[in-house]
């Protein structure tokens, strides 16, 4: 079994209300970056624009690089990366989905951010979009700009009744499951991209409700929210981490992508690790548990060497654009994402 970690890498979570982002969290990415050094992790820290414009990235940035010690990759928050469509306060007071814009828009914004990257830290090989807002129409996109992986997908949750610019307007991903799979763009013997889902994993239904849907003769429905896991720290929860990973092995998932927002590694900047006795915890936790996939075996890799060591596997393809989908972008009524057509 392989592990890759995933880092979004942003601002300090709230606009200040000129509409300007801090970015205070990044000083607190040394400490976290030596301890994955340690253990033996090789993180990918996914980038949005504040962070690629940041002094305070670039060091870390040029030496996860220079002492090939991880992976630098692209996160698109459309509301910090020019050209802006409305507002820039505006945008930012909001949090858009980048699959709210038109594709056109996302295009520029998009090569705005993989040129910035490209210039200060190489070529971008690895994309997740902001709030894991990708579309289907996207794909091409993403492979004409050089990204052959992306890692914007939470299986089994959705995002549908979530606000951006407009209401209710982001993807709905609960009929995916966390096995990797390559995006079918009709680029025969060409580029592709290799989708890398967040491994959130079931935790299955309560004996109860299986029961009454056995009784009923109902077939299982996709899973609520409190019955998905993710491999993501959460305070109080990091013991849940393992549970994760042997949940995911015994559903024969062969890579973990395991994801965490760069802010919460900083008190004040997030929600979730408030404290610095609760950050302490964080690391301590993180520690443990890098410390037992190593006993368990699992090699720790970036998603571009992930990519570059499966490029000839055979596994599941979706189209990379559902007309279902496709009909639906931009009406704020129709949010169900439809990928079908899945082959062996
Ligand atoms: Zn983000």
Redesign the pocket.
């Known amino acids: 079994m392989d592990f890759l970690l995933t880092m ?1 890498t ?1 601002w300090d979570r709230h606009p200040t209300k000129d509409g300007r982002v801090t970015v205070e969290n990044l000083s607190s990415l040394p400490l976290f970056h030596a301890l994955c050094v340690s253990e033996g992790i090789r993180p990918c820290y996914l980038c ?1 624009q504040e962070a690629a414009d940041a002094p305070a990235f670039a060091p870390l940035g040029e030496r996860v690089v220079t002492r090939n010690e991880g992976e630098i990759g692209t ?1 698109l ?1 459309p509301m910090t990366s020019p050209p802006y469509w409305v507002d820039p306060v505006e945008e930012r007071k909001k949090i858009p989905f980048p699959n709210e814009y038109p594709l056109d828009i996302f295009e520029a914004k998009l090569a705005h951010l993989r040129q910035t990257l490209e210039a200060r830290f190489g070529p971008q090989h690895t994309y ?1 979009a ?2 894991f807002g990708l579309a289907p129409e996207h794909v091409p996109i993403l492979v004409r700009h050089g990204f052959r992986a992306d890692s914007s997908i939470t299986p089994g949750v959705s995002w549908s009744h979530a606000n951006g610019l407009s209401e209710a307007v982001g993807p709905d991903y609960r009929d995916h499951d966390a096995h990797p799979f390559w995006w079918d763009t009709g680029n025969e013997g060409g580029s592709r991209l290799l989708e890398l889902p967040i491994t959130i994993v079931r935790r299955g239904p309560r004996l109860i409700d299986a029961l009454r849907r056995w009784t009923a003769g109902r077939r299982p429905g996709p899973p609520t929210p409190d019955e998905v896991l993710w491999l993501r720290p959460m305070p109080g929860r990091l013991h849940e981490l393992r549970t994760v990973m042997h949940i995911a092995r015994r559903q024969g998932i062969r890579v973990l992508n395991f994801m965490m ?1 760069s802010n919460e590694l900083h008190p004040g900047c997030n929600p979730y690790f408030d404290t610095s006795e609760k950050v302490e915890g964080l690391l301590a936790g993180l520690r443990s548990f890098f410390r037992n996939l190593s006993r368990s075996g699992v090699r720790s890799l970036t998603p571009r060497e992930y990519t570059e060591q499966n490029a000839g596997t055979v596994v599941r393809t979706r189209p990379a654009v559902s007309s279902a989908w496709a009909e639906c972008r931009g009406n704020a009524g129709c949010n169900t994402l439809t990928a079908g057509g899945t082959t062996a």
């Open positions: 979004d942003e949005a996160h928050h997740r902001g709030r927002h």
